[in-house]
T-cell receptor, first 114, second 112 residues
Framework: DQQVKQNSPSLSVQEGRISILNCDYTNSMFDYFLWYKKYPAEGPTFLISISSIKDKNEDGRFTVFLNKSAKHLSLHIVPSQPGDSAVYFCAASDRIQGAQKLVFGQGTRLTINP | AAGVIQSPRHLIKEKRETATLKCYPIPRHDTVYWYQQGPGQDPQFLISFYEKMQSDKGSIPDRFSAQQFSDYHSELNMSSLELGDSALYFC???????????FGPGTRLTVT
């Protein structure tokens, strides 16, 4: 069962506009959420995160919103740039006995068109 | 800034052979995680180590084993390789078991 879901496999956005990537989760025990960006032949790169006690975190062009009641989070990129074209993974932290593993969504391929 | 180093980057093995993947975490990071990403799939957690002790175990086959050494590097040993083991294997590290994990470039294992 997929505990973290990214229902849009791909998204195409015009350069300069806002990109919105969505993520839903089912496990209410998740306490921390992260977004990673992945280019081909590279490992995932950490972008931004949010604790479950917050509803918004902003870092430059990137903002993550968390709606705990809906078990939904989103990543906003504004303005979108060609270098943002990559696969974006949403991940949730499942902390057990002090250790923590990440549970990933399936990823959304973002393409920024000039 | 130093990143997570994985070696080798590419590995080709035949069925029933053995493979060893190595991971060198970011300096001063004490926690290492291993993930497996199959074609078109999301990364799946395999196993993690904190201060050289196994801290969590995911969907890791019994044919696989791993350990973290005194210098904090980790090795993933895979025996009796199967075609289905072909995947990207990522190592990630964090400091003090913090939430943010930093990933290496991955090892692409191909089993023929």
């Amino acid at each position: 069962d997929q505990q973290v879901k990214q229902n849009s496999p791909s998204l195409s956005v015009q350069e300069g506009r806002i990109s919105i990537l969505n993520c839903d989760y089912t496990n209410s025990m998740f306490d921390y959420f992260l977004w990673y960006k992945k280019y081909p032949a590279e490992g995932p790169t950490f972008l931004i995160s949010i604790s479950s006690i917050k509803d918004k975190n902003e870092d430059g062009r990137f903002t993550v919103f968390l709606n705990k009641s809906a078990k939904h989070l989103s990543l906003h990129i504004v303005p979108s740039q060609p270098g943002d074209s990559a696969v974006y993974f949403c991940a949730a932290s499942d902390r057990i006995q002090g250790a923590q593993k990440l549970v990933f969504g399936q990823g959304t391929r973002l393409t920024i068109n000039p | 800034a130093a990143g997570v180093i994985q070696s080798p980057r590419h590995l080709i093995k035949e069925k029933r052979e053995t493979a060893t993947l190595k991971c060198y975490p970011i300096p001063r990071h004490d926690t290492v995680y291993w993930y497996q990403q199959g074609p078109g799939q999301d990364p799946q957690f395999l196993i993690s180590f904190y201060e050289k002790m196994q801290s969590d175990k995911g969907s890791i086959p019994d044919r696989f084993s791993a350990q973290q050494f005194s210098d904090y590097h980790s090795e993933l040993n895979m025996s009796s390789l199967e075609l289905g083991d072909s995947a990207l294997y990522f190592c990630a590290s964090s400091r003090d078991n913090s939430y943010e994990q930093y990933f290496g470039p991955g090892t692409r294992l191909t089993v023929t």
